[in-house]
Nanobody, 123 residues
């Protein structure tokens, strides 16, 4: 079992920045991947970014490439999402997710999920 706890959401003005954190605990595979998804109101959950825990390789959705950065701190078993140049379209509940294999972008390919943290960007 893997437990994920997100933090760092909030309200920010357009053009601002936020950093989300996701603390990981429990039994993990050595080749696992961590990802961030988001679910805007009334829409399906969508992929934002992912990172391979072992190699550090990253993957980003086109909508956030160049603005968001996913990173990991292995000593603290924590993954981060640094979000810069935020715009109102980024308003969503953000979820971190754990998957046993890297390289995936579909929600069903991730086995454990955090509770979500709200990010609201005002115009």
């Amino acid at each position: 079992q893997v437990q994920l706890v997100e933090s760092g959401g909030g309200l920010v003005q357009a053009g601002g920045s936020l950093r989300l954190s996701c603390a990981i605990s429990g039994r993990t595979f050595s080749t696992y991947a961590m990802a961030w998804f988001r679910q805007p109101p009334g829409k399906e959950r969508e992929f934002v970014a992912a990172i391979s825990w072992r190699t550090g390789d990253t993957d980003y959705a086109d909508s956030v490439k160049g603005r968001f950065t996913i990173s990991r701190e292995t000593v603290k078993n924590t993954v981060y999402l640094q979000m810069n140049r935020l715009n109102p379209e980024d308003t969503s509940v953000y979820y971190c997710a754990y998957g046993v294999l890297p390289g995936n972008r579909k929600p069903h390919e991730y086995q454990f999920w955090g509770q979500g943290t709200q990010v609201t960007v005002s115009s």
